[in-house]
Nanobody, 120 residues
Framework: QVQLVESGGGLVQAGGSLRLSCAASGSIFSIDVMGWYRQAPGKQRELVAAINSGGTTNYADSVKGRFTISRDNAKNTVLLQMSSLKPEDTAVYYC??????????????WGQGTQVTVSS
């Protein structure tokens, strides 16, 4: 089994910064893509940013230039540095990982979510 544990959410004023962290643990052989999604009340979950094991990144247009995703492959962690935050960034943020387990099965795993609230 694999667990993803997130941390770093909270309340911040518009224009401020937050850093989210996600650590994967368990029966992991390798992790391909790690990413961050978010879901605001009444809206569908959407991709915020993703990064593969080679370091190639992908960002939603709404966060380009403001958010930066990075990862430490040795520690199975992914970070999301969020700057110039806007009230519309308010959502529950979820970590996601595409994991090849030690049983040679590939599965997608989700963290429990962390709340990010940006006040105007």
């Amino acid at each position: 089994q694999v667990q993803l544990v997130e941390s770093g959410g909270g309340l911040v004023q518009a224009g401020g910064s937050l850093r989210l962290s996600c650590a994967a643990s368990g029966s992991i052989f390798s992790i391909d893509v790690m990413g961050w999604y978010r879901q605001a009340p009444g809206k569908q979950r959407e991709l915020v940013a993703a990064i593969n094991s080679g370091g190639t990144t992908n960002y939603a247009d709404s966060v380009k230039g403001r958010f930066t995703i990075s990862r430490d492959n040795a520690k199975n962690t992914v970070l999301l540095q969020m700057s110039s935050l806007k009230p519309e960034d308010t959502a529950v943020y979820y970590c996601n990982a595409d994991v090849l387990g030690t049983s040679w099965r590939r599965n997608y795993y989700w963290g429990q979510g962390t709340q990010v609230t940006v006040s105007s």
